[in-house]
């Protein structure tokens, strides 16, 4: 039973993507046909080779998501370190609010950053993006490393120092061999996030930056099938490659199985 | 030593400016605006006229009680699924399934909503996937005998949608929790005599309970007010409040700026508030049922 089930469950999600996969190899699919036929391989030269905006689309796409990464990572570290080891003026209404973002509905979210990005002039740029994807990631990183910070064991710390360790050496022998996990985690959903955001950078971006995700919009809001098929399955290629890459590599750092939510 | 004492506010310096200066600073944005003033368009002056516009116009609570109701739906659906998914998952012993299931719930996880939208759309129109399947097996007749799933006044297409991703999300983030939960609860409980439907109960759920609550929220703050699945699947009437805020948000019309940034208020402080409340109830249920 239990095994018809998880199986059922991994069958509707791949799916659609099996479908996504021939529809951008095959052109002909009228009703009531169930898989496409025509061979042709025109969605993908077209994707790939006649669209101007693929290209930069796909750097930008990247770009955006690995600052958002490790800018939301650092800033991750830094609020958990302050939330879990010290004590300040402040400490629980910080702890309250660190979530929010996640929970005010996003469109209103956005289009209050909007207003202020207009004024700050950060409209159409690379940092005012990276700047609103980081308010939708930061609350995820602080959650991930909240439980890193609270693993250290004070003693490891204070030995450290006992015996001469600075600041800096603290940070670069002890808690950040230990919260390497942590890094990969928070990087690789923060590059998620960024990477499969829509509306912040649409509005945002006001259309001059192009992601992968905008440049979808319009294939899906006509239901281009064959090419908006392309483009997806290049999309979801493109993530898992990266995330096979991190995989890989923190396989061999971290010796440990899987560390997208071990 | 004053170095030492400034560190911790140098810690959060960061995320208080972020917050601050965008959440905050956008709040006071869109109330000043709301209020009609906005000196760059050359209006001064407060007035909460806007607001009552946006009120009394026709279908707002209408559409404020849709959207609320495809949260409602979405989440709970979600919510569950993604539970039964977890305890499922972490009671199967086969590890090539939970191999496979755990991939496949990471695939759902990297496909982004706009293009969700796009499998909605070819999976659930009228001669789409699951109508072809039907068709071809000879339960109807014609498309037409296909129900209408997207663009439908109950808003399935939207509920789908949001149900595909935020399944796996919940389902991932439980699972995270769930196979931290030390196998001698269980062997307890078993040699207790408790079945499976109590072990969920009194174990897995009050022990992932935190994980359920936020993940949940975040789903139903999610479908409340994205853009995206809301604008592209919703039907002509009832509108979902976040496609009508952007059809404001749109309207080139600039008398209209004060009415699209008062709706913006609302949303933000009220849908906030809705998802506290739900957030609250949830947390009452998930206590009342691990009793």
């Not at chain 2, 909503?113 to 909605?120: D, L, M, Q, R």
């Not at chain 2, 309970?209 to 699945?229: D, Q």
Request: aromatic content about 14%; proline content about 4%.
């Amino acid at each position: 039973m239990k095994k018809i089930f998880l199986v059922l469950i991994a069958i509707t999600i791949t799916l659609p993507i099996v479908f996504i996969l021939l529809l951008s190899l095959f052109s002909y699919y009228r009703f009531p046909l169930l898989f496409p036929k025509d061979f042709t391989t025109e969605f993908w030269k077209t994707a790939l080779l006649k669209n101007p905006m693929f290209i930069p689309s796909l750097l930008n796409s990247l770009i955006l998501a690995i600052c958002n990464g490790f800018l939301s990572t650092l800033v991750g570290i830094m609020t958990a370190r302050a939330l879990v080891r010290h004590n300040f003026k402040g400490k629980s209404f910080i702890k309250t609010i660190y979530t929010i973002p996640l929970f005010i509905p996003s469109i209103a979210l956005f289009l209050g950053v909007h207003t202020v990005m207009i004024r700050l002039r950060l409209i159409n740029s690379y940092i005012g993006i990276i700047l609103a994807h980081m308010i939708i990631s930061i609350p995820y990183a602080v959650s991930i490393f909240i439980p890193f910070f609270q693993g250290i064991s004070l003693d490891i710390e204070d030995a450290a120092k006992v015996l001469g360790c600075r600041t800096i050496g603290l940070y670069k022998r002890i808690i950040i061999p230990l919260i390497v996990p942590g890094i990969f985690l928070s990087f690789s959903i923060s590059f998620l996030i960024s990477f499969t955001e829509y509306f912040s950078t649409f509005i945002i971006g006001g259309g001059r930056v192009v992601t992968l995700a905008t440049l979808m919009y319009p294939y899906i809001n006509n239901f281009d099938l064959g090419n908006g098929a392309t483009l997806g399955v290049i999309f979801i290629g493109t993530n898992l490659l990266v995330f096979f890459i991190a995989e890989y590599i923190s396989r061999k750092k971290l010796k440990t199985d899987s560390y997208l939510f071990e | 030593m004053i170095f030492k004492k400034a560190t911790p506010y140098l810690l959060i310096l960061p995320i208080l400016l972020l917050y601050g200066l965008f959440i905050g600073g956008g709040l006071i944005g869109i109330i000043l605006e709301s209020l009609g003033h906005i000196p760059v368009l050359g209006l001064h002056g407060f007035s909460i006229e806007s607001y009552i516009v946006v009120v009394t116009q026709k279908n707002f609570i209408e559409s404020f009680l849709y959207s609320i109701y495809i949260s409602l739906t979405v989440s709970l659906i979600a919510s569950t699924l993604g539970v039964v998914i977890a305890y499922t998952f972490i009671t199967c012993k086969n590890k090539s399934i939970q191999t496979l299931v755990k991939k496949t719930l990471q695939l759902g996880l990297i496909i982004p909503y706009i293009y969700v939208v796009f499998i909605a759309m070819l999976m659930l129109n009228q001669t789409g996937i699951f109508a072809r399947l039907l068709y071809n097996t000879g339960i109807i007749a014609t498309p037409n005998s296909f129900p209408e799933l997207i663009f439908d006044r109950k808003g399935i297409g939207i509920i789908w949608v949001f149900v595909f991703k935020g399944t796996p999300f919940i389902a991932l983030f439980v699972i995270n929790v769930m196979a931290r939960i030390s196998n001698t609860f269980e062997d307890v409980g078993r040699t207790l005599g408790s079945g499976s439907i109590t072990l969920l109960r009194r174990v897995y759920i009050p022990l992932s309970s935190n994980t359920i609550l936020w993940t949940s929220c975040i789903i139903f703050a999610y479908a409340l007010g994205s853009f995206e699945v809301n604008y592209l699947l919703s039907s002509i009437s009832p509108v979902p409040i976040s496609a009508r805020l952007y059809s404001l948000f749109i309207n080139p019309d600039i008398k209209v700026i004060p009415q699209t940034m008062a709706l913006n208020v609302i949303l933000f402080l009220l849908g906030g508030s809705i998802v506290g409340i739900y957030g609250f109830t949830l947390k009452q249920f998930l206590r009342r049922i691990s009793r």
